[in-house]
């Protein structure tokens, strides 16, 4: 009698899984997370996606027909009651007017220039922005409620002349450098000179350094004059912003005081008295990390140590019990926006005049030194480029990180740059018009000259940033208050 033969139990099994596989395929395995590298940078996750459009630049939408859109151009003969014919490249022209024509030019040839439509969906905009804008040429011609979108990097300027940096170390300034030194004068009168400074130039020359602020000064402005104008405050040598000389003795000493000691400057008229009163400079610093409080008053005495045998000296915070020296300094601070890339705009009012007192009462009373504040904030400024900086959107919450626009670098000492140059500016300056206290001889009057009566008691300047600071600026303004 033939027996069954029974097939071993583990075949059994598998022959089993094999049919059940038939049927029902099993699930797919999910994949883990891929880690890409790129910049010598691992990543876990997805491809990042394409620049946030928080990084372009709007300009604001085209008038509508029935309007100018480009005033002050001249009008054709043949155009009257017509609307003029306008060419993208003309209108971003007409409203960065400050900018060079060649740099706008080649944003338009590398395909950088996007153009979005004011009659699309706003919900369509708000899910979906880099797709609703499109690549446009710069002959392309505009038509009413349309928008242009340009990357941060139109506001760099390009740098065409040598002496458009920093002067040369010769003994005597050339004619380039005197005509460069005529063209940083923003106001004169007969009594001042006031100068947008930039940066890396010294403002005072000695042995060591030729070709400062000062001594171009006395080779461009003294008109003839044996004596030149003199610095009536100073700036350090990687700041910039408005520089203010005086051209006679008597107004140079008047301001001389007026900054030292607001009360050696003051007088028998009631006009002036009030006009000191209200002097005030402003400055704008990016810091790293933000100040606990948004704004308050810094009252934190200086003193100087002296470094390397008498070669160098260091500006830091006095000891509370004032023997070692110290001299009062009061700095008013405001916080102009968010923190992004871990930085911070603040706005700086320094009451007293010290030596690098906005660059100690940062770094060492606020704890957030300046941008390329190697002196003051050299540690920090070491771990601030090692660590992460990841930030958040303050509208939708999620996490972004500032990059540079597609095409071009934002370099140039910016935020972005691997040695970024010192962020700190004079921005706006309000003195008293001292022309107005000045007689035709140059003797001082307690009232002002009947001639003057009609010009104001106080002058206020403003001065643009310097192109690293544009750059800066630009890149994190989306969500300054």
């Known amino acids: 009698m033939l027996r069954r033969r029974r097939l071993p139990l583990r075949r059994v099994i598998f022959e089993s899984v094999r049919w059940l596989s038939r049927v029902a395929p099993p699930a797919p395995v999910k994949a883990e997370p891929i880690i890409r590298v790129s910049n010598n940078i691992a990543r876990l996750g997805e491809p990042k996606r394409a620049p946030k459009p928080r990084q372009l630049l709007s300009l604001p939408p085209f008038p509508y027909s029935g309007t100018e859109p480009l005033p002050g151009r001249k009008k054709s003969a043949g155009s009257c009651g017509k609307q003029r014919r306008v060419t993208a490249i003309s209108w971003v022209k007409h409203y960065f007017a400050d900018i060079e024509q060649e740099a706008i030019q080649m944003h338009f040839n590398k395909g950088l220039v996007y153009i979005e439509s004011s009659n699309q969906d706003n919900q369509a905009k708000e899910n979906n922005f880099t797709c609703s804008l499109e690549k446009i040429k710069h002959d392309h011609v505009m038509e009413s409620g349309v928008r242009i979108h340009l990357p941060v990097s139109v506001g760099e300027t390009k740098i065409t002349k040598r002496y458009s940096t920093i002067p040369t170390a010769t003994l005597n300034p050339n004619a380039d450098e005197i005509e460069y030194m005529k063209r940083l004068v923003i106001h004169k009168d007969s009594a001042i000179f006031v100068l947008n400074k930039p940066p890396k130039v010294p403002v005072n020359g000695n042995l060591p350094v030729h070709n400062s602020m000062d001594i171009l000064a006395a080779a461009a402005l003294s008109n003839g004059s044996d004596q030149g104008p003199k610095l009536v405050h100073r700036l350090d040598r990687e700041s910039s912003g408005l520089l203010l000389m ?61 470094l390397n045998d008498g070669k160098g000296e260091r500006v830091i915070l006095a000891h509370p019990s004032g023997i070692d020296g110290s001299q009062e300094a009061t ?51 070491q771990r601030w480029k090692q660590m992460p900086r990841q930030d958040f959107e303050p509208c939708s919450g999620e996490p972004y990180k500032l990059r540079r626009p597609e095409g071009l670098a934002v370099q140039k000492g910016s935020v972005l740059s691997k040695v970024p140059l010192l962020h700190l500016h004079c921005r706006e300056m309000v003195i008293p018009n ?32 310097p192109s690293h600071m544009k750059i800066s600026w630009n890149l994190m303004s989306s969500y300054l208050v």
């Not at 007689?439 to 403003?462: I, K, M, T």
């Open 246 to 306: 005086g051209r006679t003795k008597e107004s140079f000493t008047r301001l001389h005081w007026l900054f030292t000691n607001v009360n050696l400057a003051k007088s028998s008229s009631e006009i002036w008295n009030n006009a000191c009163e209200a002097t005030t400079q402003r400055y704008w610093a990016l810091v790293i990390g933000t100040p606990k409080e948004k704004e308050g008053v810094i009252s934190a005495p200086l003193t100087k140590v002296v």
């Open 434 to 465: 001292i022309s107005k206290f000045l007689g035709s001889s140059g003797e001082w009057l307690d009232e002002s000259n009947e001639w003057a009566a009609s010009q104001p008691d106080l002058l206020r300047f403003v001065a643009s940033m």
């Open 331 to 381: 700095t008013e601070y405001r916080v102009m926006g968010p923190t992004i890339n871990g930085c911070s705009w603040i706005e700086l009012c320094p009451l007293t005049s010290r030596k690098h007192q906005l660059r100690v009462h940062c770094a060492e009373a606020l704890g957030t030194p300046i941008v390329g504040d190697y002196k003051y904030g050299w540690f920090v400024q």
